[in-house]
């Protein structure tokens, strides 16, 4: 299942993502090699995930764990089985948790493995390019594996090749950047500051849209 996986990511997967979108990436080599090791990015598109995923040297690719919502990828068993064994999610639960339920528990497991887990922490999509509210599990990762770099990346662009609610794709040249990492600093409202901070400054970074 393994080489299947890298197969089809590298066969399908990537040449489609970089069809859809150019991918001019910007800092590529800040991106981790192994893990644990944390990817947060700026959340428009499913295209984002495919992007990421294309972007990742070949030797790193079997370590990158997309975090995803259990509600949206497993509830049909075609899509499931796709993002499992494929895409290699890690189910996170957006509904309400029952009591003493620990969402996260997935994604702790894959860094504890070694994997590099990739999360949105808008925890939804967005309906365009602009940044929103984050939400708390990245520093509740980073706490608990203070050694993992989480690197900041920002995508621009996807969310115009497939908006939320659309099926249909329109090629159109998508730009993504690769901050410096950072580290745990000992407190999450402050975390959270820094790595909000972070991905606006590489917002602001991006070039202007094209099309491809």
């Not at 890298?6 to 192994?34: C, N």
């Not at 509830?75 to 890690?90: A, C, L, Q, T």
């Not at 706490?143 to 996807?158: K, L, M, N, R, Y």
Request: with cysteine.
């Amino acid at each position: 299942m393994r080489w299947l996986r890298f197969l089809l990511l590298i066969l399908v997967a990537r040449p489609l993502a970089l069809f859809m979108t150019g991918a001019d990436v910007s800092g590529r080599e800040r991106l981790p090699l192994k893990g644990p090791a944390i990817v947060a990015a700026n959340h428009s598109s499913h295209v984002d995930t495919l992007l990421l995923l294309a972007i990742f040297p070949s030797r790193a690719l079997m370590r990158v764990r997309p975090a995803a919502a259990a509600d949206y990828f497993l509830k049909d068993p075609v899509i499931g089985w796709f993002s499992r064994n494929v895409i290699g999610i890690v189910p996170v639960a957006r509904l309400k948790a029952g009591a003493g339920e620990d969402v996260l528990a997935p994604a702790r497991e894959a860094l504890a493995a070694g994997d590099i887990v990739v999360v949105f922490p808008e925890g939804t999509r967005g309906d365009g390019d602009e940044l929103g509210q984050l939400k708390g599990g990245v520093a509740r990762l980073a706490e608990a594996f203070p050694d993992a770099p989480v690197t900041p990346v920002w995508i621009q662009g996807a969310g115009r090749v497939l908006p939320k609610g659309e099926a249909i794709p329109a090629p159109l040249n998508c730009a993504v950047l690769v901050g410096e990492p950072m580290r745990w600093t000992g407190q999450r409202p402050a975390f959270m500051a820094s790595l909000r901070a972070a991905l606006l400054a590489l917002k602001a970074e991006a070039p202007p849209l094209r099309w491809s």
